[in-house]
């Protein structure tokens, strides 16, 4: 479609009136879930939220925030802000995370990408070294995209690669790990019969070595650049199957926390540090757990362990791991290419929009919700708003955040009748969540409530409509649990604390004065997702979304 004209133009919607003001408001990490005491938006005083819910029926209900419903290869995948608000803003579902690696490889894309041919500038003199979990789990990476990055990097001109590889036993069975890197080992003798030195140069597991997240803890990064840029470990071994073997031997031991270990030669040496001249490819694709390895290895200005050494090397993410800090900046995999999404048809159909968040969220607002896009389509129609968040501390200690900053700036743009849509992000229940401090979760998610209490009075004020929903699930859950949903508890008889995302549904609540009576949410989409969102308020500005378009949530009836 065309940047301008008739392409970009909505039909009117036969039954629903243009020119009300409409608010949409995500609420990042707010699924749900059965109350309970780990339940923190359950336990947190919440009355907006609760009304709506309360309210009737046919003005909420919930939609799927996880796996196919937001483009990721299965059910057992978690959603995430990037994607959610891909989804959000989209009104389709894109490939995203490992089925986006599976189509680049099966079709070879990947290999004439701008990320592997920056790899691919060291193939000649230097060394190729691929860091990731080894396992069939899924969630984090795949044992036959490796194999299948192997094969590929060897077939274009790697002559020399090496393997830091992690151990699972998190997302496939505790012990499964000897089993895969029997399969790598067997692949790698296949590639020297080839004439490729191809060797497993160090390991560990994945919850000791390297695959720390969210900031938790630096050591674990630590022990992992030892090892794989170092060449230094505890223990040393000539084969990786016997390494780990040996390893689970030991007290206590098990796949997730074994100890970190380096290949060596005869004479001792260890097989494979990463040196100057070398490339590196971290080859998980879902980005949470590779991060912190990848500020390390990106990073000048790095200060959260000494590096001791820091090689000049090309280095690439399977995907991009950080799409605010440009991080990694190469990668081999690129986002789905989004075209047409709902905010620049609004836009270019004169709907005068207005984005605000924090920092931390600022990005889903604007760039994730416009297909991975910068900047604005019409300046003279749009407005984005960025509320620097706290710096300098964790957010579990301000666990209001900027709610009400956010909720005041949204406020008066309503009032100001400049806008025909506000969209916001209010990040407190993901962001705090994610601390795993429950008290301070259950006090970020009244705050949340707070600050939509404001945005609903002055759509209330201006005779205008409301869209209520999130982009997955998180503070709804904040403990680990068994197969039988029982809270798991650690060896000390202390809650396991969950601070992830869940796979849990989110709430859609739609309401406001400008609401006709004859609108209520559809009964014949029960599987309904976030994909489904951007036809429905493009209704409610009155527009038909396009036919390719994931079908609207609501229905109008006569009465």
């Not at 098990?254 to 070398?278: C, E, R, T």
């Not at 909720?407 to 009748?417: C, N, P």
């Not at 992000?425 to 969540?433: C, F, L, R, T």
Request: charged share 25%.
């Amino acid at each position: 479609m065309g940047s301008s004209g008739d392409a970009w133009k909505l039909k009117d919607h036969p039954k629903l009136p243009k020119g009300k003001t409409v608010a949409v408001i995500v609420l990042d990490g707010w699924g749900e879930a059965k109350p309970n005491e780990y339940n923190a938006i359950s336990v947190a005083e919440t009355p907006v939220m609760d009304s709506l819910k309360q309210g009737a029926p046919e003005h909420w209900r919930l939609i799927k925030a996880h796996g196919n419903a937001v483009g990721l290869p299965t059910e057992d995948d978690m959603g995430n802000s990037e994607v959610g608000h891909n989804a959000l803003g989209a009104g389709r579902i894109f490939a995203q995370g490992a089925k986006l690696v599976d189509l680049a490889l099966a079709s070879g894309k990947i290999y004439d990408g701008e990320g592997f041919k920056y790899v691919q500038e060291c193939f000649e003199k230097g060394t190729l070294h691929l860091i990731g979990l080894v396992s069939d789990g899924g969630v984090h990476s795949r044992l036959d995209q490796l194999l299948l990055l192997l094969k590929g990097a060897a077939e274009h001109g790697a002559k020399r690669i090496r393997v830091h590889a992690l151990t699972d036993g998190r997302d496939v069975l505790d012990g499964s790990s000897v089993g895969f890197m029997e399969t790598l080992e067997n692949d790698l003798a296949k590639l020297r019969e080839q004439g490729v030195d191809a060797r497993v140069a160090s390991g560990g597991g994945r919850m000791y070595v390297t695959m720390d997240r969210y900031e938790n803890d630096w050591d674990v990064v630590k022990r992992g650049w030892d090892a794989q840029v170092l060449g230094e470990a505890p223990h040393h071994f000539k084969d990786p199957v016997e390494a780990i073997k040996k390893l689970r031997q030991e007290p206590n031991a098990s796949d997730q926390y074994l100890a970190p270990f380096v290949i060596v030669d005869d004479n001792g040496k260890p097989v494979g540090p990463i040196l100057d001249g070398d490339a590196v490819v971290t080859f998980n694709f879902r980005a949470d757990r590779m991060v912190m390895l990848a500020k390390a290895l990106e990073y000048e200005d790095f200060d959260k362990f000494d590096r001791v050494r820091v090689p000049k090397i090309h280095y690439a993410g399977m995907l991009q791991y950080d799409g605010e800090l440009k991080l990694p900046n190469k990668y081999l995999v690129s986002p789905p290419e989004i075209d047409r999404t709902s905010g620049e048809y609004l836009v270019r159909n004169g709907v005068r929009t207005f984005a605000c968040s924090e920092t931390v969220k600022f990005g889903h607002v604007t760039f994730f919700w416009n297909g991975n896009r910068s900047g604005y389509f019409d300046e003279k129609l749009e407005e984005y708003v960025e509320i620097p968040s706290d710096s300098g501390i964790t957010f579990n200690v301000k666990p209001k955040m900027k709610a009400l900053e956010i909720a005041e700036r949204t406020r008066d743009a309503i009032l100001s009748h400049k806008f025909d849509q506000v969209r916001l992000n209010i990040p407190n229940s993901d962001m705090v969540g994610h601390t795993g401090d429950i008290k301070a979760t259950i006090e970020a998610c009244k705050a949340a409530d707070d600050g939509v209490k404001m945005i609903l009075e002055a759509i209330e004020q201006v005779g205008g409509i409301f869209l209520v929903t999130a982009d997955h699930g998180n503070a709804e859950d904040m403990v680990k649990r068994n197969k039988k949903g029982e809270p798991l508890l650690d060896k000390n008889g202390n809650i396991q604390i969950l601070t992830s995302h869940t796979l849990e549904p989110v709430p859609i609540a739609i309401g406001g004065p400008g609401l006709l009576p004859g609108v209520r949410f559809r009964t014949d989409l029960p599987t309904g997702g976030l994909a489904n969102v951007a036809a429905t308020f493009m209704n409610l500005h009155g527009f038909e979304a396009p036919s390719d378009y994931e079908p609207t949530l609501i229905e109008v009836v006569d009465n």
